[in-house]
């Protein structure tokens, strides 16, 4: 069993590579190889040093004839420019969402009518493709059967995506599935250029004690999902068989995975319940209507009955999902920090 997964040194595709590897097989198969494409590899990590690994390093687009040099048997298609980047650069988005994602889907197909394996191809796609349209608003709960009018490039050119995977998948030139993803957070490591990008950084910067500003108003309601949550919910989509009974995946529909709905407020009164004032207070609000504007075209409100019967459930509260960080990251929050939360913890 060899698989790809691109954008392999992104934060998910690092967390998915460590489990998969973590259960050393991947529908009932071994797993034998693990290529992670990006173009740009981090040196040192652990998920790198393991046998099974090797690294494809550059623009997706040129390096698809390294990717596909041995029969691939999955990939997971994670690498995308983000909302905000995409937003700003029309022609990057078009470039690494669009036309990256179908010269893969063109050299899957190369590979299966080549008498080789027909390969899964499962694409991480965003809540983005969901907006109110001014002919058509946006009705709550969201559902898999919500018509997508997005509201920003990135949305589009996900959107467009899953359509051109579903089409794939219904001339049988691959396996393709489709997750949406909600906003992953809380997300280590350095801010990037997701619209939504702050959502992490006014939990991950004031706990490690650096100031954080947040562009949006705390009444904005989001719809999140821890890395873990995000990760079970890739593989269980990646590994339900197809059919219509409980625990199958009925159609070629996307899987909207499980949203926990907090508002930003909420957000902040967690960070304050378990860290204390002192690093709550760190945070600063300063509207920026052009983020506003993208995070708010984003539903919050989902009917997650599809993800449900695949045996997917939501975070419990965005309390668990700030322990997670903290127990994933402890190296990243502030000593003083740690120590208050740990302390809280074991009083309760």
């Given at each position: 069993?060899?698989?790809?997964?691109?954008?392999?040194?992104?934060?998910?595709?690092?967390?998915?590579?460590a489990?998969?590897?973590?259960?050393?097989?991947?529908?009932?198969?071994?797993?034998?190889?693990?290529?992670?494409?990006?173009?740009?590899?981090?040196?040192?990590?652990?998920?790198?040093?393991?046998?099974?690994v090797s690294?494809?390093?550059?623009?997706?687009?040129?390096?698809?004839?390294?990717?596909?040099?041995?029969?691939?048997?999955?990939?997971?298609?994670?690498a995308?420019?983000?909302?905000?980047?995409?937003?700003?650069?029309?022609?990057?988005?078009?470039?690494?969402?669009?036309?990256?994602?179908?010269?893969?889907?063109?050299?899957?197909?190369?590979?299966?009518?080549?008498?080789?394996?027909?390969?899964?191809?499962?694409?991480?796609?965003?809540?983005?493709v969901?907006?109110?349209?001014?002919a058509?608003?946006?009705?709550?709960?969201?559902?898999?059967?919500?018509?997508?009018?997005?509201?920003?490039?990135y949305?589009?050119?996900?959107?467009?995506?899953?359509?051109?995977?579903?089409?794939y998948?219904?001339?049988?030139?691959?396996?393709?599935?489709?997750a949406?993803?909600?906003?992953?957070a809380v997300?280590?490591?350095?801010?990037?250029?997701?619209?939504?990008?702050?959502?992490s950084?006014?939990?991950?910067?004031?706990?490690?004690?650096?100031?954080?500003?947040?562009?949006?108003?705390?009444?904005?309601?989001?719809?999140?999902a821890?890395?873990?949550?995000?990760?079970?919910?890739?593989?269980?989509?990646?590994?339900?068989?197809?059919?219509?009974?409980?625990?199958?995946?009925?159609?070629?529909?996307?899987?909207?995975?499980?949203?926990?709905?907090?508002?930003?407020?909420?957000?902040?009164?967690t960070?304050?319940?378990?860290?204390?004032?002192?690093?709550?207070?760190?945070?600063?609000?300063?509207?920026?209507?052009?983020v506003?504007?993208i995070?708010?075209?984003?539903?919050?409100?989902?009917?997650?009955?599809?993800?449900?019967?695949?045996?997917?459930?939501?975070?419990?509260?965005?309390?668990?999902v700030?322990?997670?960080?903290?127990?994933?990251?402890?190296?990243?929050?502030?000593?003083?920090?740690?120590?208050?939360i740990?302390t809280?913890?074991?009083?309760?």
């Amino acid at each position: 069993m060899r698989i790809v997964i691109t954008g392999g040194f992104g934060f998910v595709g690092v967390q998915l590579a460590a489990e998969l590897l973590r259960r050393g097989s991947f529908r009932g198969r071994p797993l034998t190889g693990l290529v992670l494409a990006d173009r740009f590899v981090r040196d040192g990590l652990p998920v790198t040093l393991d046998r099974r690994v090797s690294v494809v390093e550059g623009d997706l687009l040129d390096s698809l004839d390294e990717v596909f040099a041995e029969p691939v048997d999955a990939v997971f298609h994670l690498a995308s420019a983000v909302s905000a980047e995409a937003e700003a650069d029309f022609d990057l988005g078009m470039r690494a969402n669009l036309e990256t994602t179908s010269a893969l889907l063109a050299a899957a197909r190369r590979q299966g009518e080549a008498a080789g394996p027909v390969p899964l191809v499962v694409f991480s796609s965003s809540v983005a493709v969901y907006g109110s349209d001014a002919a058509l608003p946006l009705r709550s709960p969201v559902t898999e059967a919500t018509l997508p009018t997005p509201q920003s490039s990135y949305g589009t050119q996900k959107y467009v995506c899953e359509q051109l995977i579903a089409d794939y998948t219904r001339k049988g030139f691959i396996d393709g599935r489709v997750a949406r993803l909600m906003t992953v957070a809380v997300r280590p490591g350095r801010p990037n250029a997701a619209a939504s990008g702050f959502l992490s950084g006014i939990v991950r910067e004031p706990l490690a004690g650096i100031p954080a500003t947040c562009p949006v108003s705390p009444q904005l309601r989001v719809a999140l999902a821890s890395p873990r949550a995000t990760v079970e919910g890739i593989l269980r989509v990646a590994e339900a068989p197809r059919g219509s009974r409980p625990g199958e995946l009925t159609g070629r529909l996307p899987v909207n995975l499980p949203a926990l709905t907090v508002t930003v407020a909420e957000i902040m009164s967690t960070v304050r319940r378990v860290a204390g004032d002192d690093v709550a207070d760190l945070v600063t609000f300063a509207p920026d209507p052009a983020v506003e504007a993208i995070v708010g075209s984003w539903p919050s409100h989902f009917d997650n009955s599809r993800a449900s019967t695949l045996g997917l459930h939501a975070d419990s509260d965005f309390e668990s999902v700030v322990l997670q960080y903290v127990a994933d990251h402890r190296d990243d929050v502030a000593p003083g920090t740690l120590t208050v939360i740990e302390t809280a913890l074991h009083r309760s």
